[in-house]
RNA sequence: GGUGCCAUACCCAAGUGGUAAGGGAGCGGUCUGCAAAACCGCGAUUCCCCGGUUCGAAUCCGGGUGGCACCU
C-alpha cells in the first residue's frame, strides 16, 4: 500500500485559481504568476492529456516559455486518471526545488483534492469495475443498489446515479476484501482559493468567440491527428467537442448544429463549475467581467500579501 | 385582392368541450479515487386579441391581428 505521505516537499502551493470554463484563468494566472516569481500547476483534467491543446483551450507554448508550467499535456491521451493519480503528479512536481506554485485550473475536484486532500478509500479496481458495470447492465440499478445497501450505509446520489452506484458498489466490496486503501494528505493545506466571477451573458459571448478561435486555430486537424493514434474508448473522447467533431471530421464544412451542440455542453459545463465552486470550494469571487487589465489588477490586490 | 391552412412557455410540440402531456434550451443542485464524466430538481392560474355559445372553451361560432401556401 501507498504510503500516506509521499516525498518531501521542497515548494508550496501558494493559492489555488478556479473559475468557469472561459473565466480567464489561464491568461490571468500568467500575468500574475510573471508579476509575482510564480509557477503554475494545472488543475485541469484535460488540457493535462498531450495532444488536446487546442480543445481544451490550454496554455500556449509561449506562455509555457514565459512561466514554469506543470502537469500541462503530460499524460497520454488513452492513459486512464483519477483525483489520486493527480496528486501523485502533483506530488512529484512538490518534491522538486522551484518557485512557488499557483495551482490553476477548471477541474474543481483537483483543485479540492489539493486543498482538502483525501480520506482512505480503495483505489478503483478495473477489473471489477468492468465486472460491476456489465451487472449493472444486465439486472439492473435496484439490484446492484439493494448489494450495495446490505454492505453498508450507500452514498444517498447511488440510488439514481450509476457512476457513482458501482464506485460505491467497487468501494464497499473491496473494503469487505481488507483493501483499505491510503488517504492523501492536503497538498494545499489552507491555500486561499480564488475563483473568477464572470456574468453568464458575458460568459456566454465569450465561449462562443472562442469556440470560433479554436477552430480557426485548428482543431480540427487535432482532433483527425488524435483519431488516427487514439482508439475511441479512450478518456480523452470525454472531453467536450472531441467526439463531435470527430464524427463530422470528414465533412468538408461543419454542420451549424454540431457547433451549436458544442456550444451548449460548453456552458452547461461552465455552470457545473459554478455550482461546486460556489458549494464546495467556497472560493473567493474576482469580479472578471471587466478587460484583463481591471481584471489583473483586482487579482492582483486579492492576493497581494500573499507569500 | 381572393381562397385555404395555421397561431399553446425562450424553441419544438401533444391536446379537437371536463379544468394545459413530453422534449430541448435556461436556471438550480448532487458528487470521498472515470469529473470537460455521470446524475437529480424546477417551468404556462393559462393556450395571439375581442366578443359569443355553454354548467364548463386551448378546443365550438363570429370578428380582428399575424404567419404560411396557393390563386389572381
Same mark, same amino acid.
Given at each position: 500500500?501507498?504510503?500516506?505521505?509521499?516525498?518531501?516537499?521542497?515548494?508550496?502551493?501558494?493559492?489555488?485559481?478556479?473559475?468557469?470554463?472561459?473565466?480567464?484563468?489561464?491568461?490571468?494566472?500568467? %500575468?500574475?504568476?510573471?508579476?509575482?516569481? $510564480?509557477?503554475?500547476?494545472?488543475?485541469?483534467? +484535460?488540457?493535462?492529456?498531450?495532444?488536446?491543446?487546442?480543445?481544451?483551450?490550454?496554455?500556449?507554448?509561449?506562455?509555457?516559455?514565459? @512561466?514554469?508550467?506543470?502537469?500541462?499535456?503530460?499524460? *497520454?491521451?488513452?492513459?486512464?486518471?483519477?483525483?489520486?493519480? #493527480?496528486?501523485?503528479?502533483?506530488?512529484?512536481?512538490?518534491?522538486?526545488?522551484?518557485?512557488?506554485?499557483?495551482?490553476? +485550473?477548471?477541474?474543481?475536484?483537483?483543485?479540492?483534492?489539493?486543498?482538502?486532500?483525501?480520506?482512505?478509500?480503495?483505489?478503483?479496481?478495473?477489473?471489477?469495475?468492468?465486472?460491476?458495470?456489465?451487472?449493472?447492465?444486465?439486472?439492473?440499478?435496484?439490484?446492484? $443498489?439493494? %448489494? &450495495?445497501?446490505?454492505?453498508?450505509?450507500?452514498?444517498?446520489?447511488?440510488?439514481?446515479?450509476?457512476?457513482?452506484?458501482?464506485?460505491?458498489?467497487?468501494?464497499? &466490496?473491496?473494503? /469487505?476484501? +481488507?483493501?483499505?486503501?491510503?488517504?492523501?494528505?492536503?497538498?494545499?493545506? +489552507?491555500?486561499?482559493?480564488?475563483?473568477?466571477? @464572470?456574468?453568464?451573458?458575458? &460568459?456566454?459571448?465569450?465561449?462562443?468567440?472562442?469556440?470560433?478561435?479554436?477552430?480557426?486555430?485548428?482543431?480540427?486537424?487535432?482532433?483527425? *491527428?488524435?483519431?488516427?493514434? @487514439?482508439?475511441?474508448?479512450?478518456?480523452? $473522447?470525454?472531453?467536450?467537442? #472531441?467526439?463531435?467533431?470527430?464524427?463530422?471530421?470528414?465533412?468538408?464544412?461543419?454542420?451549424?448544429?454540431?457547433? !451549436? =451542440?458544442?456550444?451548449?455542453?460548453?456552458?452547461? #459545463?461552465?455552470?457545473?463549475?459554478?455550482?461546486?465552486? !460556489?458549494?464546495?470550494?467556497?472560493? /473567493?469571487?474576482?469580479?472578471?467581467?471587466? =478587460?484583463?487589465?481591471?481584471?489583473? !489588477?483586482?487579482?492582483?490586490?486579492? @492576493?497581494?500579501?500573499?507569500?
Amino acid at each position: 500500500m501507498e504510503c500516506a505521505n509521499l516525498g518531501n516537499r521542497r515548494r508550496r502551493i501558494v493559492a489555488l485559481l478556479g473559475g468557469a470554463t472561459g473565466s480567464g484563468k489561464t491568461r490571468l494566472a500568467l %500575468e500574475i504568476a510573471q508579476a509575482k516569481g $510564480w509557477a503554475i500547476l494545472s488543475a485541469d483534467s +484535460g488540457q493535462s492529456r498531450a495532444g488536446l491543446a487546442i480543445g481544451t483551450a490550454a496554455p500556449s507554448a509561449t506562455d509555457m516559455e514565459r @512561466v514554469e508550467h506543470h502537469l500541462v499535456g503530460d499524460l *497520454a491521451p488513452d492513459a486512464e486518471d483519477s483525483v489520486a493519480l #493527480y496528486l501523485d503528479r502533483a506530488d512529484r512536481v512538490l518534491s522538486n526545488p522551484g518557485p512557488d506554485l499557483l495551482a490553476v +485550473g477548471g477541474t474543481n475536484q483537483f483543485l479540492q483534492a489539493l486543498r482538502d486532500g483525501m480520506s482512505a478509500s480503495p483505489a478503483p479496481d478495473p477489473v471489477l469495475r468492468q465486472e460491476l458495470s456489465e451487472r449493472l447492465r444486465s439486472r439492473g440499478k435496484d439490484v446492484l $443498489w439493494d %448489494e &450495495l445497501a446490505a454492505l453498508g450505509t450507500p452514498p444517498h446520489d447511488a440510488r439514481t446515479n450509476p457512476v457513482r452506484l458501482v464506485r460505491a458498489l467497487e468501494k464497499a &466490496l473491496l473494503v /469487505r476484501r +481488507g483493501v483499505q486503501g491510503s488517504s492523501r494528505p492536503a497538498l494545499a493545506p +489552507g491555500a486561499p482559493v480564488f475563483a473568477l466571477a @464572470v456574468n453568464r451573458p458575458e &460568459l456566454h459571448s465569450r465561449l462562443e468567440a472562442r469556440l470560433a478561435a479554436m477552430l480557426a486555430s485548428g482543431w480540427r486537424d487535432e482532433v483527425r *491527428a488524435l483519431a488516427e493514434r @487514439v482508439p475511441d474508448t479512450a478518456p480523452c $473522447w470525454k472531453c467536450i467537442g #472531441y467526439r463531435a467533431l470527430r464524427e463530422s471530421m470528414d465533412l468538408p464544412d461543419l454542420p451549424e448544429r454540431t457547433l !451549436r =451542440s458544442i456550444l451548449e455542453e460548453t456552458r452547461q #459545463y461552465a455552470k457545473r463549475q459554478e455550482t461546486w465552486l !460556489r458549494n464546495r470550494l467556497a472560493p /473567493r469571487w474576482v469580479p472578471a467581467d471587466g =478587460s484583463p487589465e481591471a481584471v489583473l !489588477r483586482e487579482f492582483a490586490a486579492a @492576493v497581494e500579501g500573499i507569500s
